[in-house]
Every structure is written in C-alpha cells, then in structure tokens.
C-alpha cells in the first residue's frame, strides 16, 4: 500500500484517470454491432456459440415461462422474503423523488412540463466471475417506479445455457416483461437495434465489462444509455479517532472486485502506517494530508463513486462535498450497505464523472415534454422581439409565421 502526500504529482493520475480507449476494443464491438444489426437473431447465435461456448436456436433466445417458474425451485425460499425487505427499502427511497407535471399561468400564457416514463428499457445484467443478481432490483426497480411500460433482461447463459436462477426470480419478482439469454456487445447491440425476437429499446442500463461498455458507448445516440461505467472505486475519509478495523476490513472489501480504486485519505501519519501494515495490497493508496480541509478537497478532485467519512462528525465533512457518486456517513454505514440493500442503486459513476453524473434514479427513466400555450393577445406582445431575433437569424418563413396569424 503506498502513501501518497498531499500535492504529489502521482495524485494528478488519480484526478485525471478516465475510460481509456482501446482501438481492438472499438473495432471488434463496432463488427459485433453491425452484424446484429444487419443479421438480427442470426448474429446472436453465432457470437453465443462463439464467445458463451453455447449452442442455440434463435427460439431459445428468449427464456421461456417455464424455465423462469422452475428457477425457484433452484433458490433457498428463504430468499424471497430478503429480497421483499430489499425491495421495500428501494421502493421508500425512491418513493420521495418528485416527478410530477406542472403548469405556472402568467396572465394569457401557460407554460410548463409534462413527465412521462420511457416506453422500453432494457436491463443488461452480467454473470461473468459471479452473477450481479443485486443489480437486477437496483436497476428494474427505480424502472418500475418510474412506470416503464416495457422492461427487458438480457443475461449471458453459463456452461449449461442456463441463466442464473436467482436472476430469474428476482426478475420475475419485480414483473420483468422478457428475459433473454445473450450477453455481451451482441446484447446490446439487439437491444439498441432489435430483431425479430429482442424488441428494440429507448434506454439500455447496466454495468458490464469493457465489451459492454463499448457497445453502449458507439449505441449512444441510437438509444439512451445510463452511463459508461469503468472499475468500482472507494474513498475513506478518516483520521485518529476513526476504528481501524472498519477502514482496513472496508478496503479489503473493496479488493473483491477486479481493477477496482481504493483510497484512504487521512490527516494523521501513524494512522496511515498503521492502516497500511494491515493492507498490503498494491491497488490500494494511502492520501496524507496536513488537515481535514486538504482531505476534502482530494475527494472532491477524486470525484469518487463511494465515499466514506468515518470521522467522528462526519456531517460536517459531508457538507462541504460536492462530487461523490454515494456517500457514506459514519463507522456503521459501509460501502456493502448501499451495494446490497440500503434503498438508493449501487448504479454510480466512477472515473470522475461524479463531477455531472448522478446515482441511477427514477428520473433517469422519465423524460419530459416543453408545454407552451400562448393566447393571440399573449402572442401579440413578444411579436416585435421575436420578429427581430428572427430577422437578425435571415429566418424569413418563421417571420410569417407570426405574421400570419395576425392577418
């Protein structure tokens, strides 16, 4: 573990890290893509053969109804009562985000928005080195409560061609309208373009490994995506009243998962030495700074996707915050919390792009109409503004069409 002082230059590659471009990469999903979109179902079961090592029939693409209702006989019953508890702290959290239409009225003019769900969303849900069932709730659910109409899953099958049974009742749980079982660029590529059996969607949500993450990134445009997401990241801010125990086992977590950032910036040395004699693992950095002040503002040039304060008045840190995916406050709330079962998705930016992304929410599945109702009298007094701005643009027609109207 390497500890890093405050206004190190090695800091500015922490600051300045971003989604690498990698022109293989690129090239080969751009080939994936553009095969799924000329040959549909086709593509599909020839890179399911190719990359899952399974072979399929394009009618198996979709999991049919029977093989989601045998899914629970392969789960702990137990189960579903957790995921109940899980998904009522979801639905409260997301339950006090306003997404109401509004009109305010000004004599003869109304002016306002109307918020409307998205029609189809589709749900990528990877299950490489393990299957990401608490995805599922975390992304379908903020869909649901934003009121969908149509939601999708697309999940690589493994060995067997099976998809995870787990993900399937969690799935069919939450009123999943489909399930499909194909993973990879080519999943995103036939939810973004659709074929004769994946219906093209208006939103693709979820994380994924670079393939993924490329694929959504060229679909952008085509549909909507949530983000481009790279490796999980932590922050801690703690100092020498903070439990040590709490810090080194919340790292260690962290390790779990590949390539992921791991941070602890503190104000006091022997913490720092004594943090990293029990965490000695390369990934991991130690920030030292001369005071809490400095400690803020590292975390705020991280922008990072979790953020600890285990300080003893973490509030008053919390305050001074102004770009971090989650955050966390004091020795009870670790990163596992808001992963598995807090109420607010785990689905958060990373590489810095806090600084103008925001947490998944219910407002990422809503969008909203302008509305503008003029009356003539209203009309009539902007005319001689509109028809100078107009004017000075050479815009000719749109002059009559004000004209016109009072002809």
């Given at each position: 573990?390497?500890?890093?002082?405050?206004?190190?230059?090695?800091?500015?590659?922490?600051?300045?890290?971003?989604?690498?471009?990698?022109?293989?990469?690129?090239?080969?999903?751009?080939?994936?893509?553009?095969?799924?979109?000329?040959?549909?179902?086709?593509?599909?079961?020839?890179?399911?053969?190719?990359?899952?090592?399974?072979?399929?029939?394009?009618?198996?693409?979709?999991?049919?109804?029977?093989?989601?209702?045998?899914?629970?006989?392969?789960?702990?019953?137990?189960?579903?009562?957790?995921?109940?508890?899980?998904?009522?702290?979801?639905?409260?959290?997301?339950?006090?985000?306003?997404?109401?239409?509004?009109?305010?009225?000004?004599?003869?003019?109304?002016?306002?928005?109307?918020?409307?769900?998205?029609?189809?969303?589709?749900?990528?849900?990877?299950?490489?080195?393990?299957?990401?069932?608490?995805?599922?709730?975390?992304?379908?659910?903020?869909?649901?409560?934003?009121?969908?109409?149509?939601?999708?899953?697309?999940?690589?099958?493994?060995?067997?061609?099976?998809?995870?049974?787990?993900?399937?009742?969690?799935?069919?749980?939450?009123?999943?309208?489909?399930?499909?079982?194909?993973?990879?660029?080519?999943?995103?590529?036939?939810?973004?373009?659709?074929?004769k059996i994946v219906p093209k969607v208006?939103?693709?949500?979820?994380?994924?490994?670079?393939?993924?993450?490329?694929?959504?990134?060229?679909?952008?445009?085509?549909?909507?995506?949530?983000?481009?997401?790279?490796?999980?990241?932590?922050?801690?801010?703690?100092?020498?009243?903070?439990?040590?125990?709490?810090?080194?086992?919340?790292?260690?977590?962290?390790?779990?998962?590949?390539?992921?950032?791991?941070?602890?910036?503190?104000?006091?040395?022997?913490?720092?030495?004594?943090?990293?004699?029990?965490?000695?693992?390369?990934?991991?950095v130690v920030v030292l700074t001369k005071?809490?002040?400095?400690?803020?503002?590292?975390?705020?040039?991280?922008?990072?996707?979790?953020?600890?304060?285990?300080?003893?008045?973490?509030?008053?840190?919390?305050?001074?915050?102004?770009?971090?995916?989650?955050?966390?406050?004091?020795?009870?709330?670790?990163?596992?919390?808001?992963?598995?079962?807090?109420?607010?998705?785990?689905?958060?930016?990373?590489?810095?792009?806090?600084?103008?992304?925001?947490?998944?929410?219910?407002?990422?599945?809503?969008?909203?109409?302008?509305?503008?109702?003029?009356?003539?009298?209203?009309?009539?007094?902007?005319?001689?503004?509109?028809?100078?701005?107009?004017?000075?643009?050479?815009?000719?027609k749109h002059l009559d069409s004000v004209?016109?109207?009072?002809?």
């Open positions: 573990m390497k500890i890093i002082k405050f206004g190190s230059k090695k800091l500015e590659k922490i600051y300045n890290r971003g989604i690498t471009r990698n022109r293989r990469v690129e090239d080969k999903v751009r080939r994936i893509l553009e095969d799924v979109r000329l040959f549909g179902d086709e593509a599909l079961v020839k890179y399911t053969k190719k990359f899952d090592k399974i072979k399929l029939s394009a009618r198996q693409i979709r999991v049919a109804a029977i093989e989601i209702s045998a899914a629970y006989q392969n789960i702990d019953p137990r189960f579903v009562s957790t995921l109940k508890v899980v998904m009522e702290n979801v639905t409260r959290f997301y339950s006090k985000v306003r997404t109401k239409s509004w009109r305010i009225k000004d004599g003869e003019i109304i002016l306002g928005e109307n918020f409307r769900p998205l029609d189809k969303v589709g749900i990528y849900i990877p299950a490489g080195t393990a299957p990401l069932l608490s995805s599922v709730y975390m992304t379908v659910l903020p869909a649901r409560l934003a009121g969908v109409k149509k939601i999708i899953l697309a999940s690589p099958p493994d060995k067997h061609g099976n998809i995870n049974p787990h993900i399937l009742a969690i799935a069919n749980l939450l009123k999943v309208d489909e399930i499909y079982r194909i993973g990879g660029a080519q999943a995103i590529g036939a939810m973004a373009y659709g074929t208006d939103k693709i949500i979820g994380p994924g490994n670079a393939y993924v993450s490329e694929a959504k990134r060229q679909v952008f445009g085509t549909v909507d995506i949530d983000m481009i997401a790279g490796p999980t990241e932590l922050v801690i801010i703690a100092n020498q009243h903070s439990d040590p125990r709490f810090v080194i086992a919340d790292l260690k977590a962290q390790s779990e998962h590949a390539g992921g950032l791991s941070i602890l910036i503190t104000n006091s040395k022997a913490f720092a030495n004594q943090i990293k004699a029990h965490v000695p693992d390369t990934k991991n005071n809490m002040e400095q400690a803020i503002e590292v975390a705020n040039r991280i922008a990072p996707e979790h953020l600890e304060i285990l300080v003893k008045n973490p509030n008053r840190i919390a305050k001074q915050i102004r770009h971090a995916g989650a955050i966390f406050l004091g020795p009870y709330s670790p990163t596992a919390l808001g992963d598995y079962i807090a109420g607010p998705s785990h689905v958060l930016p990373t590489n810095g792009t806090a600084r103008f992304f925001s947490g998944l929410s219910v407002r990422d599945f809503i969008k909203t109409n302008h509305i503008i109702n003029y009356s003539k009298k209203a009309l009539e007094k902007v005319r001689e503004p509109l028809e100078k701005i107009a004017g000075i643009e050479g815009m000719c004209k016109i109207r009072f002809e």
